[in-house]
């Protein structure tokens, strides 16, 4: 079974860009979260989507948006690109919503210069 | 009070030795608590998670203690091996909510 694919792999971008990143969760999992990891850090929580639904959102400014497509992927956007978003960005696949393991795709790296 | 928080911070242990990662929470409306391992440059893969009306989970090497009372839970490495040198990290989540809230990693070095 394939896990979590999360695409792309490396993403070089200049501030004040916009970007796009996608996952695709385990089949059969219906939920999907999004979270930064910055370098030495542990990963902090962006959103969560849950049948096509936003279920939770972090603390992150609205440059930060995401969408659930009936296919249960998903695409995490970041628009104005500053420094401070440099990090890796990680998809995690729940077979449900709340309080379920969650298993992580192997990120986005993501510099922005 | 969401915060999960984590010791020590790096960890070097010998082949063979036991490995012990502590993590300690505040809001009592936690209710699952998994570790991830990371390794450099991967996603953080779930090692073994507890609820807390389970004092102790074992799957294979890896020991998850949880002391409820204490708002404590610890992750134990029997046998270390090389192959364990690795960033883990504990999580937990609010009942109800979405969003796992990591503890800021500990960094595992295990010698040959």
């Known amino acids: 079974d394939a896990g979590v694919t999360q695409s792309p792999t490396h993403l070089i971008k200049t501030r004040g860009q916009q970007v796009t990143l996608r996952c695709s969760p385990i089949s059969g999992h219906k939920s999907v979260s999004w979270y930064q990891q910055v370098l030495g850090q542990g990963p902090q929580f962006i959103f969560q989507?849950?049948?096509?639904?936003?279920?939770g959102r972090g603390n992150f400014p609205d440059r930060f948006s995401a969408r659930q497509f009936p296919n249960y992927s998903s695409e995490l956007n970041v628009n104005a690109l500053l420094l401070g978003d440099s990090a890796l960005y990680l998809c995690?696949?729940?077979?449900?919503?709340?309080?379920?393991?969650?298993?992580f795709g192997q990120g986005t790296r993501l510099t922005v210069v | 009070q969401q915060q999960v928080k984590q010791s020590p911070q790096s960890l070097i242990v010998q082949k063979g030795g036991i490995s012990i990662i502590n993590c300690a929470y505040e809001n009592t409306a936690f209710d699952y608590f998994p570790w991830y391992q990371q390794f450099p440059g991967k996603g953080p893969a779930l090692l073994i998670a507890i609820r807390p009306d389970v004092s102790e989970k074992k799957e294979g090497r890896f020991t998850i203690s949880f002391n409820k009372s204490a708002k404590q839970f610890s992750l134990h490495i029997m046998d270390s091996q090389p192959g364990d040198s690795a960033t883990y990290f504990c999580?937990?989540?609010?009942?109800?909510?979405?969003?796992?809230?990591f503890g800021t990693g500990t960094r595992l070095k295990v010698l040959a």
């Open positions: 989507y849950y049948e096509k639904e936003e279920r």
């Open positions: 995690a696949s729940s077979l449900r919503g709340a309080n379920t393991e969650a298993f």
């Open positions: 999580a937990a989540t609010l009942s109800g909510t979405y969003k796992y809230i």
